[in-house]
């Protein structure tokens, strides 16, 4: 908060602000607000907490900030110390409780909820809510629309070893090896013909990065020593398919500052980074567009190593689009609690990308995947959205 010189050069990368043209709603206002309470300027008023709360945590102004100011480790800290004075209804608590204690904690249970969300799905009772309109009633509508058809097989790490060659760990992500599985299974391929002796480790879970951004640092920062010790005994770089778990990853190192947690994070590589060996055996004749995630192009600073990786496919089109570093909405469950800005954002993203004619949208993370596949299926549009590991496990099959 202390590094901020004020000089605004954050805003306009700003969603929020790019949005709102509002102080309050950009990087400089939220630090300032944020210095102000500190100081005890300021108290937590409804108002604070709304435009703090409306951050995306995209770390789009850290990218640009000449002062190195950080957004997301604030973002955190200030979220886990005003949690306790949020007014909440015993509903919304009760739900927390639910999410973030019990749900997330044990990759088990998450598992039985994806489980029974496919059962939802092959027992035609998703037609059913929708034909006789539960879903609206219920104001679900839009959440269901996020819901990809879900796999009837995950991905359960055991400790099991794939390929042969460079040694590398696999982080398989909770709604990666639940929900998008055929992604994960995608990714070891790709790695395994890349040359990695992969190692999928027993008892990793979820990275927690919804935990640090939604106010429960402490559960987050449980999560994160778990995960440290479930990779303790591997080798080889922590490879990771998430952008957002991948930033949080990287990010255990700042939260716990221990050395075990600086030994991990520095370990923690994207996919697209590992991958230069790759062969590629057959050509990709799509016009495709890259869309970048925040926590990837911000947050991890990766732009070109995805790009290069899809530029050596034969026959790819590759367009860039305008306005590529802004968010495309999704940003965790921000979709979710934010229902009105994610919307705006998650239209203008799809305007930019649709107005390169793309066959294919790209990108490498879950949640900018879901996003964008919503809001193409609303418009009726036969555009694919599909994890670059797809992309690549197609372009490298034997
Ligand atoms: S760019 Fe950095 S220093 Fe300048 S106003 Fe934004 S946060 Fe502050
Ligand atoms: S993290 Fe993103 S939404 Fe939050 S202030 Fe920075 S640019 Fe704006």
């Known amino acids: ?210 935990h640090a951004h939604g106010g429960d640092l402490v559960r987050g920062k449980e999560l994160a020593r778990r995960n440290i010790e479930a990779f303790e005994h591997t080798e080889g770089p922590i490879v990771v398919n998430s952008a957002g778990c991948g930033a949080m990853l990287k990010d255990y190192a700042h939260h716990l500052g221990t050395d075990s947690a600086r030994a991990f994070s520095a370990r923690v590589r994207d996919l697209s980074q590992v991958l230069p060996q790759l062969p590629m055996k057959r050509g990709y004749a799509r016009r495709v567009v890259y869309q970048d995630a925040c926590h990837l192009l911000h947050a991890q600073r990766i732009s070109r190593q995805p790009r290069d990786l899809l530029r050596s496919i034969p026959d790819v089109d590759l367009a860039e689009i305008d306005e590529a570093g802004l968010c495309c909405g999704s940003a965790g469950i921000y979709n979710v609690t934010n229902p009105n800005q994610s919307r705006q954002l998650q239209r203008r993203k799809l305007d930019n990308a649709l107005r390169a004619d793309p066959e294919v949208i790209v990108t490498a993370n879950p949640g900018c995947l879901l996003q964008l596949r919503a809001g193409l299926a609303e418009r009726g549009s036969t555009v694919e959205v599909k994890h670059i590991a797809e992309v690549l496990d197609e372009a490298s099959a034997p």
Do not use: K
């Not at 102000?36 to 709304?50: Q, S, W």
């Not at 200030?78 to 007014?87: C, K, Q, V, Y």
């Not at 796999?151 to 639940?178: D, H, I, K, L, Q």
């Open 1 to 210: 908060m202390l590094a901020c010189i004020r000089c605004g050069l954050c805003l306009t990368s700003c969603p929020t602000y790019v949005l709102s043209l509002h102080e309050s709603e950009g990087p400089r206002g939220r630090v300032g607000m944020a210095r102000a309470l500190a100081e005890g300027h300021l108290d937590i008023t409804p108002d604070l907490l709304e435009h703090e709360s409306n951050c995306l945590v995209c770390d789009a102004c850290s990218a640009v900030c000449p002062a190195g100011v950080h957004m997301d480790p604030l973002q955190v800290v200030l979220r886990a110390a005003i949690e306790p004075s949020r007014h909440r209804s015993v509903a919304q608590r009760v739900l927390r409780g639910i999410v973030f204690g019990w749900l997330f904690m044990d990759m088990r249970r998450f598992r039985l909820l994806v489980r029974l969300l496919w059962l939802y799905q092959q027992l035609g009772l998703r037609w059913l809510a929708r034909h006789v309109g539960v879903l609206r009633l219920l104001r679900m509508h839009d959440l269901d629309g996020l819901l990809p058809s879900l796999p009837g097989r995950f991905v359960v790490p055991n400790g099991e070893v794939s390929g042969s060659g460079e040694p590398a760990a696999f982080f398989a992500g909770c709604v990666m090896s639940t929900a998008l599985a055929d992604v994960d299974r995608a990714t070891l391929r790709v790695l395994e013909r890349a040359g990695y002796r992969v190692t999928n480790p027993r008892s990793q879970g979820c990275c927690g990065a919804l």
